[in-house]
């Protein structure tokens, strides 16, 4: 269920929300770092990642969560300040959640991710506390985004609801080491123990209208990495999770139309037009609807993040 990209009109009293928010369809990368390492959200933010993300939960021990919410909260303003979507990962809400959205929300995050989700009242429950927070901290009442992390084949069962529990749900992570684990499955570079779960997560957000935050490369080798985003774009991902600075690039440039990539499908297109009146007298020049169809996307691809550009 995506949500304007534009957040909605500020009402009197309330603090200015971001109206430049990259889209979601636009957040290539979405880079994870520890919510106490003031210098890592530094290099994140300088770093090209489209979204940073500050985690309470994996990244950050207990004892260290009350000073970890207020750094997280001033690493928003720098996001801002440098045109990157800000975003935290809090804790189960049964557990430090309401504690650390209180600690964030002063900041005024972009996106709130909740992990371990795998049950449509948990979605319920966290968007009516951030309705709460907005209210008191006098931000824009549903700027904040939700994204669920499903880390389990119970949360893969449950997408529909989970998408459906409200309208704040605009992205969507798959994570990786949890989920595997969850299965059971032998881990490997090739990934083909994740094959069939990112292609069913990602059908699933499909439908629901959701971007679908590919699971992040664990495997820190750039050639492994390399394999993986060749994976991901056969696919369809467009967004992926990042948990090593070296890959934004990488990753970024994966999911960018280049400009030889541009050229290239405007040519297939014009000759895919002119073979419909002129046929190519050798066969082995005939282009197939297919690849004429992959040129259209990555066209339409292109002229978004080109209108992104322009605004």
Known sequence: MTSPMVTPPIQSGQAAAPTTRRPPTLRRSWMFVAGMDQAAHARAIAGGADVVVADLEEFTAAADRPEARLRIAA???????????????????????????????????????????????????????????????????????????????????????????????TSCLLAAEDFAAS??????????????????FLLECVAAGVVAIDCPCTFRNTTTLTGDLEVARRLGFKSKCVVFPEHVALLNAAFTPSVEQVRAAEQLCGAFERQKSAPPADLALWIDAPLYNNARRLLARHAEMDGWRSN
């Open 183 to 200: 299965l059971g499955a032998e881990r490997g570079a090739d990934g083909i123990e994740l094959r069939y779960a990112r292609s069913r």
């Open 75 to 169: 690493m928003m303003a720098d996001c801002r300040a440098q045109g990157v979507v800000g975003a935290v990962r809090v804790n189960k809400l049964e557990h430090d959640g309401h504690a650390d959205l209180r600690g964030v929300m002063a900041g005024h995050p972009d996106v709130v991710f909740l992990p371990h989700v795998d049950r449509a009242e948990q979605i319920v429950a966290l968007a009516a506390e951030i309705s709460l927070l907005e209210a008191d901290y006098g931000i824009a009442p549903g700027s904040t985004e939700i994204a669920p992390t499903i880390e389990s084949a119970a949360g893969m069962l449950a997408l529909s609801a989970i998408f459906n529990a409200s309208p704040r749900v």
